[in-house]
């Protein structure tokens, strides 16, 4: 070091030379300086802040090494989803996706970004006033988890953006391609104060080889492909290993982000993050229609195996972000982005046996179990057959040779049938009657193509989902019980139900507690000693030595074993536990009994029915055992519900399961609080005609159902009456021999009576029209937006519900007014658009005053 230097001068050089040879290394692809120098360089930078600690910074080069997690993830909410796209397979999905683009924005020529699908780990990276400060994979799309640590030692990701005047000089230099020394400016354009970008982090080919080799040669674990070694890599507790592995990345957008802090294209975008210090892949091109994008494809193509990463296609993103921006979203992905796959490696295999598994929302999706097949490097002996209708258009039988493939080189499915190597005797698949979890029925919606299970709170498979659902805020609305709770209660058995959470007390709870934050048996064990004698913790000793077992490793299900096993009595010590939490859950649990039947609807997790469609039956029937009792055809009475919808609550009551778990809770003490008679408005369409329409019999349209129910105005004569008496009543001979062959199939029958005792029932307790009470919205619809300060928006919109208001989520002609807070946005400005009128919250405030 120069005596003429201070340590922060040298510390700041280190640093200023270091981050240029990693921006030379990884963004330029122009090393100016062998690994040993670089690493004398930063062994120089180490011992310098090891002898000056108050020197070190989070930015600094030395920080990458890694240090060992404090415990599993913590969980991180995405500023703005992180979507995923929709996938083509071939040039006529490509075509259409730029028609569609075309066409909604009235243009004749698009550009597009278009760029390799690497095949890695989607990341989000956080960076505040230009330092990296937080890391978080994908997840859900909604919520991944926070792996900052062990993004931190990859090298690829700067640590601090390079902008001018950030203190990490104007400039480096040093040697490019050429050998001649050369400048390295930082970019001129200002940071945002918070700027998130999006990328992949992955495993280079060689260098997954190279580990693997090493790891072979000393015995270590070796990586099973390069996607699965760069997502174990991120999400390794101990960052020290992360460091150890050779991980790289690539950024291709951003998240969140002030307004006009970036230019108004994409490719300007990932131009922009380059100069600040972001890899970005210089094999992303600006093409034009979709001929140049599939012109990329192929050219992409043509390189896939030489190229020093693993993709499984490509990306094709519209260039102008205002574009985007206008052509906005369809479910979870961009209408404006496509992902291009290129066709997976395929093996042929034998089917074994097709199953079926019922996922957590009770979706029923047929499983080919295989003759163990290698494809891309994995050993396969499951494939998704997607449902029942790919099944029958492939004609999958067991027995059948098939090809099978990794789509996009991680799901395996069955690709076709061999037809030729079919053995005799086979015979076509049936999708199975009930579920083989809970013996419920397995239906499909007509138009579907996925079948589910209906035992919706009584199927096991769809137990968790269930609870989570159950206890969310806008349900029943219990806080503190967590994802890892509901896991380790359902896989032991203690919780086999919605209604066994109302049994759940504090001792469970604190045990709960101890056993879930435990990583290891042991440290459980450590745990519970300060809370049981020295009889109790003999006993509960042997009981987890036998759930561990006599191997080394410990079982992934030791704690659910454990607590099925069963665990002594405690005997808490306060000063060594927290309770504080435990009596709140419990606490939070007996609050939740007394609730609203639009709440409680909701909670029961019934398909289709979401918090609108809850509310709307409450206020119409008013009653749970009212609702609980009612055919299906009769729901179809409340405004905004359709056959659809009315059909899934029919089948949920229709199933024994789900009305014994209605009652258990009931019998746990739950209570709706505001039962009351069905709306007067109900009785508008409680005529017998309109009912007969709702059952959606064939051919009888609205004036040949009146004509039939002026005929017979009783269910038991249309129940009675054959082909001729139904023509005499009026009907047309095809409309009677349609309604005949209706009434006779499918126990149509028993629907009948069923809706025509339900019309007496609600004749008889149905308020009289007079009775109805006009509010001074009733008609209007109105929507919310922004943030109010003297109310939540729920709360206004009950308020304005109250007061006979609909309250809709989107603008639209109709809307009446929209009340619009602090940070409005897009539904403000449509309905200043549409010339729709706008109030603030003062004028909000004062409406609901004068009608308080």
């Not at 029942?388 to 799901?411: C, E, Y």
């Not at 086999?496 to 042991?522: I, K, M, N, S």
């Not at 992934?556 to 099925?564: I, N, P, S, Y």
């Not at 729901?635 to 229709?654: T, W, Y």
Request: with cysteine; aromatic share 6%.
């Amino acid at each position: 070091m120069s005596p003429a230097k201070t340590p922060q001068a040298r510390v700041t050089e280190l640093r200023q030379q270091l981050d240029d040879a990693s921006y030379r290394y990884h963004v330029l692809d122009e090393p100016n300086i062998p690994d040993a120098e670089y690493d004398r360089l930063l062994r120089e930078l180490d011992e310098l802040e090891a002898a000056h600690p108050e020197l070190v910074t989070p930015d600094s080069p030395t920080q990458r090494v890694g240090a060992v997690a404090s415990g599993r993830f913590a969980e991180v909410r995405h500023a703005l989803p992180m979507l995923s796209l929709g996938n083509a397979f071939d040039d006529a999905e490509v075509e259409d996706f730029v028609r569609r683009i075309a066409e909604r924005l009235g243009r004749r020529t698009l550009k597009f970004s278009a760029e390799p699908k690497l095949d890695g780990l989607a990341i989000s990276l956080r960076y505040e006033q230009g330092v990296f400060v937080q890391g978080a994979t994908r997840g859900d799309g909604t919520t991944g988890e926070d792996v900052t640590a062990n993004l931190r030692t990859v090298r690829a990701i700067p640590l601090r953006l390079r902008v001018a005047g950030m203190g990490n000089g104007e400039s480096g230099v040093g040697k490019g391609k050429s050998g001649a020394a050369s400048a390295i400016p930082h970019s001129p354009f200002p940071i945002p104060s918070v700027l998130e970008v999006r990328g992949e982090v992955y495993m280079p080919r060689a260098a997954f080889e190279a580990y693997n080799e090493q790891a072979r040669l000393h015995g270590g674990k070796v990586l099973a492909n390069p996607r699965n070694g760069a997502a174990g890599s991120l999400r390794q507790l101990d960052a020290r290993i992360t460091a150890q592995r050779p991980l790289a990345f690539y950024a291709y957008g951003v998240g969140e982000v002030e307004e006009g802090a970036l230019p108004d294209t994409h490719s300007g975008t990932l131009q922009r993050l380059r100069e600040w210090g972001f890899p970005v892949s210089d094999l992303s091109q600006v093409v034009e229609g979709a001929e140049g994008l599939l012109r990329y494809y192929r050219e992409i193509g043509q390189k896939r195996d030489s190229l020093p990463f693993d993709i499984d296609g490509v990306v094709y993103k519209l260039d102008d972000v205002a574009g985007q921006r206008e052509m906005g979203f369809v479910s979870r992905a961009p209408r404006w982005a496509l992902a291009h796959k290129y066709p997976a490696q395929e093996q042929a295999t034998t089917v074994e046996d097709i199953e079926i598994q019922i996922g957590r929302t009770g979706a029923a999706t047929p499983v080919a179990r295989l003759a163990p097949v290698q494809v891309a490097g994995v050993t396969v002996t499951n494939a998704t057959l997607h449902n029942a209708d790919q099944i029958a258009r492939l004609d999958v039988r067991v027995g059948d040779a098939v090809i099978v493939r990794r789509a996009g080189d991680v799901i395996p499915e069955v690709v076709s049938v061999i037809l030729e190597r079919r053995p005799a005797g086979t015979a076509p698949w049936q999708m199975p009657a009930q579920c083989p979890v809970c013996g419920s029925d397995i239906v499909r919606e007509e138009g579907a193509a996925v079948w589910r299970c209906s035992g919706e709170l009584s199927c096991p498979a769809q137990r968790k989902e269930a609870i989570r659902h159950f206890v969310s805020r806008r349900a029943m609305d219990v806080d503190g019980l967590g994802e890892k709770f509901i896991e380790v209660l359902v896989d032991a058995g203690v919780v086999q139900g919605v209604a066994d959470l109302y049994t759940l007390d504090l001792d469970q709870l604190l045990q709960l507690r101890l056993v879930t934050g435990a990583e290891t048996p042991e440290g459980f064990l450590r745990e519970a000693r300060e809370h049981l004698a020295a009889g109790a913790y003999a006993k509960l000793e042997a009981t987890l030595a036998r759930v561990r077992g006599d191997g080394d490793a410990v079982p992934e299900t030791w704690q659910a074993d454990l607590l099925r096993a069963g665990l002594p009595a405690f005997d808490w010590n306060r000063k060594k536990i927290a309770t504080k939490w435990a009596e709140n859950l419990v606490a939070a649990l007996e609050a939740s009994k007394r609730t609203t039947l639009e709440r409680f609807l909701f909670a029961l997790g019934i398909e289709h029915v979401g918090e609108s469609t809850a509310k709307a039956l409450a206020a119409w029937f008013g009653d749970l055992e009212l609702v609980r009792r009612l055919p299906w055809p009769v729901f179809k009475r409340v405004p905004d519900i359709g056959g659809e919808v009315a059909r899934a609550l029919g089948r949920f009551f229709e199933q024994s399961g789900n009305q014994q778990a209605i009652d258990d809770l009931l019998a746990r003490g739950v209570e709706m609080v505001d039962s009351h008679p069905p709306s007067a408005l109900l009785r508008e369409g409680l005529d017998l005609a309109t009912l007969l329409v709702d059952l959606e019999i064939p051919k009888l349209t609205r004036i040949r159902a009146t004509a039939l129910a002026a005929a017979m105005p009783q269910i038991a004569q249309i129940l009675a009456a054959d082909q001729d008496a139904l023509v005499a009543a009026g009907l047309p001979k095809d409309t009677a021999a349609a309604l005949v062959e209706w009434r006779d199939a499918d126990d149509h029958a028993h629907l009948l009576q069923a809706t025509g005792e339900a019309l007496a029932r609600l004749d008889a307790i149905t308020p009289q029209a007079g009775a109805i009470q006009a509010g001074p919205l009733t008609g209007q619809t109105v929507v919310l937006t922004g943030s109010l300060e003297s109310m939540t928006r729920d709360e206004a919109g009950a308020r304005l519900e109250a007061l006979g208001a609909k309250v809709a989520g989107s603008v639209s002609k109709k809307t009446a007014f929209v009340v619009a807070g602090s940070e409005a946005g897009s539904k403000l400005t449509k309905a200043q658009d549409l010339g729709i009128e706008v109030w603030d919250e003062a004028r909000l405030i004062a409406f609901l005053d004068q009608h308080a």
